[in-house]
């Protein structure tokens, strides 16, 4: 494990070569990120490749081979290397590509790039995947930045005291995350209605994690209603915004997801899967989210 370093006038970001992980993001000299206390949950912002969520006991198969990913896939567990950082240190690129032991759990040559880079208050996160083998690729990818609710030396008290906060009226619904962690769509709930705000509760998250769709302009933010402290997360090349908070955690985690966890039902081939990536070889998909502290 080693730790690289960029800032930025007041806005710092520090991010560790264990699976290119953001593991500090500060403004003013405030901590934002959550701190991977283990007592709640031991990772502040990993990244999620080749899949996104859980497939339960629905076997893994593709063109290539058979698959055997784990939850959220291997990426947040290898080590990548520092590739690159700009002389003023503001930016940097981690890569990783693949090797014997990820060929062994998803037979596909790639190459994934991820970049940080900050401007004024905003740190941006790029990802850039390349297939470098001779079969067409599935894949997903997607962030899971965790941030501290409530966010320390402000006076929000606790976690109760954050709203998620819409640029716009809507209605959101979630399908249920059931046994395994496959989706129901068949049991999906509505978690608001014609409204461009939710406050934080510990029932929001009774079935483990909010799974939203079509967020109106592709961004949410997370303010704390005494201090106006917060979040912007800035999502426009994602599909879905995952909300999740471990049990009685003083953080909630905003991700950005390409797609999801497989669905009841969802075929075995990874190809076949609804909101599948599919890159064919030699060819290069880009996509980029945004994180603006305030």
Known sequence: MSLTRISSGDMTATIDTAGAQLSSLTWQGRE??????????????????????????????????????????????????????????????????????????????????????????????SFCITNTGEYTMPFAIGGHPAFFAPIPDTADACFEDYDLIFSQSWTAQSPKVMAGGLLSYEEAYTVFENADSLALTRDLFEFDTLILSEVPDATVTLRGRRSGHGVRVDFADFDFLGVWSAPDAPFVALEPWSMHAATVGAPERLEEREHIILLEPGACDTRSFSITLM
């Not at 080749?50 to 990426?75: E, M, T």
């Not at 890569?95 to 190459?111: D, M, N």
């Open 32 to 125: 934002y990120l959550w701190q991977k206390d283990p007592a709640y949950w031991a990772k502040s912002a990993p990244i999620l490749f080749p899949v996104v969520g859980a497939a339960g006991d629905i076997p893994q198969q593709s063109l290539a081979g058979p698959c055997q990913l784990a939850k959220h896939g291997f990426a947040r567990d290898m080590t990548f290397l520092v590739h690159e950082q700009s002389a003023n240190t503001d930016c940097t690129r981690f890569e990783l590509s693949a090797t014997p032991e990820t060929l062994a759990v998803y037979p596909y040559h790639f190459q994934l790039e991820v970049s940080f880079a900050l401007d004024g208050q905003t740190l941006t996160q």
